[in-house]
């Protein structure tokens, strides 16, 4: 697409984005769930999704749709450097979706998880897809984190084990502010990955193929206090 010279000079600085080879993963109800790259075209299914939980404030909710609506957009409208986006999609309906940016070839910078289908472990699924595409595919030697909900807390700072960068060096403060920093470095990953990290590839092709039209979901039953 051509754009014109302001545009050009809006958009941030771009790092190679290894592209994130497709995986399958068999849930604990027997489904599969395909995890993959969203497609910048593919955006306004995702904003789709996650808009009507933007008014859920039913574990934080509210707070990370909110961000991860406005990171969807910078990552469409190549306002946010580095940036990447991994769905999980269960025949092609939307399950889970992750956001997360490169800062430096050596750095990562986890944004967001939102799980849409609860009880089957598909936000852990795809933060360790995260973790995954961040030092195995991107290089990265530590990816820094924050929590913003308790079941992010428990999921991420407690299973993992991370490395509480905050307490040590207080002037260090993940981009999205507040709420402690810690980090996953590549060792740490190396220690957990086998037992976090799950998924079969390649992806047999008619399976990629229901998973290559998302789908908005139906409804949302396992979120409380939602709403249509």
Known sequence: MAIDAIEAK????????????????TLADGEIMVVREARREEVGVLLGTVYPLIGVPADYYDIVATRMYEELLGWYRYRTA??????GAINGVIAGIVTSRSVSPKLGMSLHTLTIKRGLRIGAQLFAAKMEDHIEYQGADEVWIVAESPNGWRRWMIEYELEDRSSQYPEVRHELGGVPTFVLTRKLWNAVKASKCTGVRPVPPEVLAAANKLKMPDEYPQIPGFKR
Do not use: C, D, H, S
């Open 10 to 25: 809006l958009r941030p600085p771009a790092l190679p984005i290894v592209p994130y080879p497709a995986k399958m993963i």
């Open 82 to 87: 580095n940036e990447f986006v991994l769905v």
